[in-house]
DNA sequence: CATAATCTTTGACTTTAGTCAAGGATTCGC
DNA sequence: GCGAATCCTTGACTAAAGTCAAAGATTATG
């Protein structure tokens, strides 16, 4: 029906069986669940509540189910009426409303919840419970590979909000896990970075790798990093050889980095992608390994994604 | 947050597992889906045009797509108006209409089919090869299991239509693949059958198995087959269990069955099945192998799926 | 501190989606 | 061949979903 393979090299066969998953899948369980979560409400309404969850502001709520400012005003106003919601001003920007969930919203978003864990059992009550596993284990790796698959690199200023955030966050996670700590301060200053990759998820920054130019022939990889919720999905590595891409455009020809002697997982990625441990190329009090590796020129292999 | 286990033995990961499964699908890739084959055309048009296809009834489009008879008649107007589709009489069947794209209703389909195609290619085309092949896979496993878990298996009287069209599809699928051919008049007469299981797919019937009892000690299976579209799934095994629990209830103490040379993969199953070859119990000029199998008795182990 | 930008509300719409019931045209079942 | 059932159409609605623009209240910015 559809065409065997694309010019994008993509096969055919990944893309036939991608579409009709996402058609059963859509039609059966997508139908399903707008039934049975909204009952008597209607679904914007029932949506609307979910993703008020335990509060936000609407705002947030409006970038997030994409609605028109007005529409979502009244949606609001009327769960408000029903006594679901409570709408108050932003306690530091009073130009922005927030909206939570009074008891009776809870106990109706309860109510939902239950009533989606019914149908998913439903569904898997039909299953054996080997198959229930064999289920599990492939959503799980579906929604993995589909959460991989959405998220772009792109090179940001190194004092972007993104960045700031992406390394505020490093830098606090940093503080956790090391034992003598972490300050922000012991961040690369924004001037001093060479190039700043940033991973997105949905417009949501979600990763990020600096990279410094200590001289022409020398790049440093520094602060590389993924969120907590964004973790096991192969977006190290993506950050990592991104990198090292843009140091081998750049003409440098070995690229190296140093890592904690915590952080395990984090040596071991590097090894396995091609990094061999040197000794100390300096005196950072966090580093516990220092790892280099060589760079091939630009422009061979393959165009990547960007 | 929801609870771990229901009462219904199906364990909390498993339920919460697919249930973020099916909020970040349906969130992510079903608005996205919606979105795009849509374009300027309301989602119902651009649905029903899609369900047209190459051609479909309208009575088959309002069961398929779950619409109000009227709702549905304007919206085929709507679009044999903008010259989508073209409606005429059923030639056997006066009552019916038939709906069928024009030209340009099949360029629309087309152009439908290259926008979803591009969307699946979008996607994975953030992928790696080795990853591509991995979410095909695992996409092909969560299909196949929620259409399984989605199928019912039901006693049926065996003069009903369901019955009459499995058992025709069964004759019809022997007459093509038995050497020797298969007559509708080798079936065993509704009135010699004892009990009849049909499996329904979303009500449509998608398999059959019946049961004939020469005598009160012994069953015999007969007509086990399960359609094209519905293979693969396991569902033939799901039957023949069924078959095999309604011969214990009603006291037989032993199941015995034939098969034809030529069905290898029947053979195999009734032997995983705990079946044993035995020598020939009748003349069937069809059967190649015959089985039985002792029963346990009604009572034993836990209830079923029914 | 004026001006621009942001966030929300409100009024006035339109479009989509869907329901219900009456009735005409056929076909089915006995 | 007659009544029941089936399939479709039409009229008359309702409710949900969504759009657009104007305007009020704040906050950011040069």
């Given at each position: 029906?559809?065409?065997?393979?694309?010019?994008?090299?993509?096969?055919?066969?990944?893309?036939?069986?991608?579409?009709?998953?996402?058609?059963?899948?859509?039609?059966?369980?997508?139908?399903?669940?707008?039934?049975?979560?909204?009952?008597?409400?209607?679904?914007?309404?029932?949506?609307?509540?979910?993703?008020?969850?335990?509060?936000?502001?609407?705002?947030?709520?409006?970038?997030?189910?994409?609605?028109?400012?007005?529409?979502?005003?009244?949606?609001?106003r009327?769960?408000?009426?029903?006594?679901?919601?409570?709408?108050?001003?932003?306690?530091?920007?009073?130009?922005?409303?927030?909206?939570?969930?009074?008891?009776?919203?809870?106990?109706?978003?309860?109510?939902?919840?239950?009533?989606?864990?019914?149908?998913?059992?439903?569904?898997?009550?039909?299953?054996?419970?080997?198959?229930?596993?064999?289920?599990?284990?492939?959503?799980?790796?579906?929604?993995?590979?589909?959460?991989?698959?959405?998220?772009?690199?792109?090179?940001?200023?190194?004092?972007?909000?993104?960045?700031?955030?992406?390394?505020?966050?490093?830098?606090?996670e940093?503080d956790?896990?090391?034992?003598?700590?972490?300050?922000?301060?012991?961040l690369?200053?924004?001037?001093?970075?060479?190039?700043?990759?940033?991973?997105?998820?949905?417009?949501?920054?979600?990763?990020?790798?600096?990279?410094?130019?200590?001289?022409?022939?020398?790049?440093?990889?520094?602060h590389?990093?993924?969120?907590?919720d964004?973790?096991?999905?192969?977006?190290?590595?993506?950050?990592?050889?991104?990198?090292?891409?843009?140091?081998?455009?750049?003409?440098?020809?070995?690229?190296?980095?140093?890592?904690?002697?915590?952080?395990?997982?984090?040596?071991?990625?590097?090894?396995?992608?091609?990094?061999?441990?040197?000794?100390?190329?300096?005196?950072?009090?966090?580093?516990?390994?220092?790892?280099?590796?060589?760079?091939?020129?630009?422009?061979?292999?393959?165009p990547?994604?960007?």
């Amino acid at each position: 029906m559809s065409g065997a393979s694309g010019v994008s090299g993509v096969s055919g066969v990944h893309v036939t069986t991608l579409r009709r998953f996402n058609r059963y899948f859509t039609r059966r369980i997508g139908v399903l669940d707008d039934h049975y979560l909204g009952q008597d409400r209607p679904l914007g309404e029932a949506r609307l509540l979910y993703e008020i969850g335990t509060g936000a502001s609407l705002r947030e709520l409006r970038t997030r189910l994409g609605l028109d400012a007005g529409y979502l005003s009244r949606m609001v106003r009327a769960l408000e009426k029903q006594g679901l919601v409570r709408v108050t001003v932003h306690p530091a920007d009073s130009r922005l409303r927030l909206a939570e969930p009074t008891p009776a919203g809870r106990a109706e978003l309860a109510e939902q919840n239950r009533r989606a864990d019914d149908l998913a059992e439903g569904l898997l009550r039909g299953l054996t419970e080997t198959q229930r596993g064999q289920l599990t284990e492939a959503v799980a790796v579906t929604e993995r590979l589909l959460r991989l698959a959405a998220i772009t690199v792109r090179p940001v200023g190194a004092a972007s909000p993104d960045a700031r955030a992406c390394l505020a966050g490093y830098a606090a996670e940093l503080d956790e896990r090391f034992p003598e700590g972490y300050a922000a301060t012991d961040l690369v200053p924004p001037e001093r970075i060479a190039a700043l990759l940033v991973a997105y998820e949905e417009e949501r920054a979600v990763g990020c790798g600096a990279l410094c130019a200590p001289d022409a022939e020398t790049a440093e990889i520094r602060h590389l990093w993924v969120h907590r919720d964004a973790r096991g999905l192969g977006l190290g590595r993506r950050l990592l050889t991104g990198l090292e891409r843009v140091a081998a455009e750049r003409g440098h020809r070995v690229v190296r980095l140093d890592t904690h002697k915590v952080l395990k997982e984090a040596a071991a990625m590097y090894r396995s992608g091609g990094y061999t441990e040197i000794p100390a190329y300096d005196d950072n009090p966090h580093a516990g390994y220092w790892f280099e590796k060589p760079l091939t020129p630009a422009g061979t292999g393959p165009p990547g994604t960007h």
